[in-house]
């Protein structure tokens, strides 16, 4: 959330005080070509993705994504800066998409898989964060409460992450924190941490035997 929060303001701010400085038109044609892309990919890809590799290093993978992302930032305004919005810095924009579509394997879409078919039945618009939760869940009467815990969770990130990312943003330009790039600092050190949270979870998910009798 915090990332498609700053992505907008960091091509809309002037290359000046750290961002890239594109019209609204351009901003849009890039965000709906992302859109585009990353519909394509997750659906023909993700679910073969999670089949074949298994949950947790898809959604280590993607992730993982996020560190890249956020010093991807910093790295097209200093290029920006110095030749303007030339071909290495479209090239790199080009490239921080293509990685936001591998980043979105970690939440995802629908797992439609032999080995998932648990999951595709009880939680069809899930990617590998809800496949951990919506598996952890003690029995199937279960499932709808834990799902409901998960999306009230994501809820409140929803509407915390994108004020606290859009804040940070702006403070980190006022006070010039890191040369106005404080905040990709600040999301890179989060991303490294929150990748912990997949060491844990269990490659391939819990399935329970009770599930697959239903098959």
Known sequence: MAFRAILPLFFSTPIEFGGLGLPPSTIGV????????????????????VDRWG???????????????????????VIARKDGMSNSVWALVILQL?????????????P????????????????????????????????????????????????????????????????NWLGGHGVYAIFTALSCLCMLVGVPLPVRGWVREEDDSDY
């Open 30 to 49: 890039v965000l709906g070509s992302f859109g585009v892309m990353d519909g394509i990919f997750q659906a023909l890809f993700f679910s073969k993705l």
């Open 55 to 77: 949950p947790k290093r898809v959604f280590q993978v993607g992730m993982s994504m996020f560190i890249i992302l956020y010093l991807l930032f910093p790295i097209m305004n």
């Open 98 to 110: 293509a990685l936001s579509v591998i980043m979105d394997m970690a939440y995802g879409m629908l």
């Open 112 to 175: 439609y898989n032999l080995r998932l078919r648990f999951f595709a039945k009880y939680a069809p618009m899930i990617g590998c964060s809800f496949i951990f939760i919506t598996g952890a869940a003690v029995n199937k009467k279960s499932i709808g409460a834990t799902n409901g815990i998960g999306q009230l969770a994501a809820s409140v990130v929803r509407a915390i992450a994108p004020a606290g990312a859009t804040s940070l943003f702006a403070l980190s330009l006022d006070h």
